[in-house]
């Protein structure tokens, strides 16, 4: 499976962008994807996972508190894309942003995915 990631750019605070990744490959290989990011220094988080369950009312999303609110994701099945529609951006939303795909949806959760996209720079001038 190979994850592509776009979107990413400057933006001033309080402004919006939205990422989007696509999986290509094996896609039976894909169950959830999501969002982590990562500054210089620090350890790679979790900013929003979307999985998939049995029937489509058990798929679940889950996001940091930080971005409560502020960011949605979202997913294409059609086109194997998942996006990250980010509002009222912070300076503290600054980061490296990657997209993580698994079969297994705790994988990706956990942050331990088998698959990750090449990163895409989100940069919010204050």
């Known amino acids: 499976v190979q994850l592509q990631a776009s979107g990413g750019g400057l933006v001033r605070a309080g402004g919006s962008l939205r990422l989007s990744c696509t999986a290509s490959?094996?896609?039976?290989?894909?169950?959830?994807m999501g969002w982590y990011r990562q500054v210089p220094g620090k350890q790679r988080e979790l900013v929003a996972v979307a999985t998939t369950g049995t029937m489509l009312s058990d798929d679940s999303t889950t996001y940091a508190d930080a971005v409560k609110g502020r960011f949605t994701i979202s997913r294409d099945y059609g086109k194997n894309t998942v996006y990250l529609q980010m509002n009222r951006l912070k300076y503290e939303d600054t980061a490296v942003y990657y997209c993580?795909?698994?079969?297994?949806?705790?994988?990706?959760?956990?942050?331990?995915?088998?698959?990750w996209g090449q990163g895409t720079l989100v940069t919010v001038s204050s």
């Open positions: 993580a795909a698994d079969i297994r949806n705790y994988a990706v959760v956990a942050g331990t995915a088998n698959y």
């Open positions: 490959g094996s896609i039976l290989r894909v169950n959830a």
